[in-house]
């Protein structure tokens, strides 16, 4: 191995106890050959550090080419990961998603019964409501027709009594408070009774009895009420009995006309 240049630049180290030789003088080194050493030393250092260089590029260069596989070994790895936990994944997924499709048209078909259900109650109800409403209209009208000839009675006789005496008066107050409580009674259920007397003739209110001409009133007018009509909020709970107008009659001229073509028949 070569010396070091500073140990070449001082030169050996003198013994302390050695005498010069005899004839030897003392020579300054050659120049020349410093120098050739010198470069010969610095080809060395250059050689070590080409090596040196040469070494750490080829290992830059593995490091690098390590660190690249290193990172798709790790990206393989990952995506094998991946792929594994997907492909054990997947089919669960697919499961689930049949069932999810299984329950959305359970509950469509669920929801479908349910609404139809709903709308048949509330149809039920609503008809349940009418029928119990009209068959609770028809005990009324059909109870309370049944107690109308008794008030017509009522009606009648008080209008036909004339008491004369005290004792007489006060029945009669006592069957006239009786009445009244009993159309007291009516209206507080609804029940009016029909003014039918000058109104033109409605076949929906009255029932015709008569019809006989009249001077005082036109044609299909109610001149007189026979038995009085009953409504019960408005619903016909009986129908007035009437005598209509047919309005005026012929003139005595006009029926003598009409009764002289039989008479030229018979001449005939």
Do not use: W
């Not at 690098?64 to 997907?86: A, F, V």
């Not at 054990?88 to 019964?113: C, F, T």
């Amino acid at each position: 191995m070569a010396s070091s240049p500073m140990s070449d630049l001082d030169g050996p180290a003198p013994a302390a106890s050695q005498e010069p030789q005899d004839g030897a003088e003392d020579q300054p080194g050659d120049p020349a050959a410093r120098v050739a050493q010198l470069e010969q030393e610095l080809a060395g250092l250059k050689e070590q550090h080409d090596n040196l260089n040469s070494q750490y590029m080829r290992l830059a260069a593995d490091f690098d080419n390590y660190r690249k596989r290193q990172s798709r070994d790790l990206e393989d790895q990952r995506l094998q990961i991946t792929c594994t936990t997907l492909s054990e994944i997947l089919p669960v997924v697919a499961q689930l998603e049949q069932e999810l499709a299984g329950l959305k048209e359970q509950h469509d078909n669920l929801n479908s019964q349910y609404m139809r259900l709903a709308a048949d109650f509330d149809n039920y109800r609503k008809r349940q409501s009418r029928d119990l409403e009209d068959q609770r209209l028809q005990i009324t009208c059909t109870t309370l027709s049944e107690i109308l000839p008794v008030v017509d009675n009522f009606d009648r006789a008080r209008q036909q009594l004339n008491p004369q005496h005290e004792e007489a008066q006060s029945l009669h107050r006592s069957y006239q408070g009786l009445y009244k409580q009993l159309v007291d009674v009516f209206k507080q259920l609804g029940v009016a009774p029909m003014r039918v007397e000058g109104e033109p003739f409605d076949p929906t209110l009255h029932e015709a009895v008569l019809r006989e001409p009249s001077d005082q009133h036109p044609e299909d007018v109610v001149i007189e009420e026979l038995q009085r009509g009953y409504q019960l909020n408005g619903r016909v709970l009986r129908h007035a009995l009437v005598k209509v107008s047919m309005g005026p009659g012929p003139a005595p001229g006009s029926a003598v006309e009409a009764a002289e073509p039989p008479a030229q028949e018979q001449a005939d």
